[in-house]
């Protein structure tokens, strides 16, 4: 089938790819030129495990192409993908529109055969209902072009993974027609077995959105339990492991430490609560707030314990921060926890250097105060606390007993629970962690 992909920030570039991947004609659009002229020679616009790989397939097998033009879109698909970002409003809780709604208003006018608008990005319930009757109306193939919604659950780190063997494929749709073109589209995910669940345009956008807010719940929730751990002298992974051997609850997502971030999360609790408001059923949804909170004081404890470990105070000290990703395998530091954290200290006196494998480059561009080193080791000369913040797997390989040669003073902050404290302890070092005892 000849699709349109609109809009590729990440779920547009690893949607357009994938969709070539299996088999159909694919056209990328952006309004941004620049994007396009590096997607089109075959360079991922961030790091993704496997992207760059299937995008250099795709375009040498001429299946896959971008272009800036909204109308060859039309011209060209007879289904268009919406793609692009529904961030967080400045200064308010709710989702900024204004990105999906000039698509639609953009692409609109140009539809004048049988085609279907299929929505992915994470919006409001309601949304896609509003979409759809202005798609009816600035159309000139008027009914003829119809909409649904099809909600991703892709995550950084396994995007390709996640949009070629999903674990399960979710549509809202409003017409026989709108479920032959998505099976269609999806034929090859679909043989493998992936569950296929065709609803109604609210329940699709708020599948999407009740995921997201479990996942975070279930973060918060160990992340509360560990609070108590600490208080305690009890084992938060442990517990967790434990946890998680019943099926009913499930090991994922249990892993306390400095909580969520990303583009995700936070942004998409955030917008349903006030879309809840909005309904009338804000107190509903209460408990979220609960949940935010929980995430964000997880970086003021952070900061917190590192200070303690400094001696009371950032004033003349060195903190190596390991980690700048919002979690490991990505260079993405959208509302990162680590940055966030090193952000605060540096704010709170200290010297602060950092490092990350894949996102010095955003966090630089993020973050320009810091001061970021190509080597972990470089980050922790001289450190008077090292705080492990983001778990790449290079930082478990770490030798403590080296490290310890490097830094001022051996302490170190485990903000994810996975170094083996119990060797870096007998290396020398004072350890901490978040709700974790020393193993
Ligand atoms: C998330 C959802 O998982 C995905 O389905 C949705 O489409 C987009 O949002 P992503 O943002 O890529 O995906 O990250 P995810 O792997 O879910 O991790 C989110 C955050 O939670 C990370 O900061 C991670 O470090 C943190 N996390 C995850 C924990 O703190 N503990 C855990 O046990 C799991």
New binding site residues.
Partial sequence: MRISVIGTGYLGAVHAACMADIGHEVLGVDTDAQKIAALQDGHAPFFEPGLEEILVRALGSGKLRFSTSLQEAAGFADAHFICVGTPQLPGAAGADLSHIEAVVDGLAPYLTRDCLVIGKS?VPVGTAARLAARVAELAPAGAAAGLAWNP??????F?VE?TLRPDRIVVGITSQTADVTLRAIYASVLELGTPYLTTDLPTAELV?VA??AF?AT??SF??AVSNVCDAAGADVMTLADALGHDTRIGR??????????????SK?IRAFMARADELGVGDSLQFLREVDQINTGRRALAVEAARDLAGGSFAGRNVAVLGAA??PD?DDVRD??ALDVARTIRAQGAVVRVHDPRATYNARRACPDLDYVEEAVKACEAADVVLHL??WREYREIDPAELASVVRTPCLLDG?NVLPLGEWQAAGWTVRSLGGAIR
Avoid: Q
């Avoid at 991703?152 to 780190?157: A, H, K, T, V």
């Avoid at 306390?256 to 971030?261: D, E, R």
């Fill in positions: 994470t991703e659950f892709l995550r950084e780190g995007a996640d999407k995921a997201n996942l279930k973060i160990i992340n994922r997502f249990l892993s306390a430490g400095l909580g969520f971030g990303g583009g995700c999360l998409d919002f979690k990505t990162s926890p983001t778990e994810r």
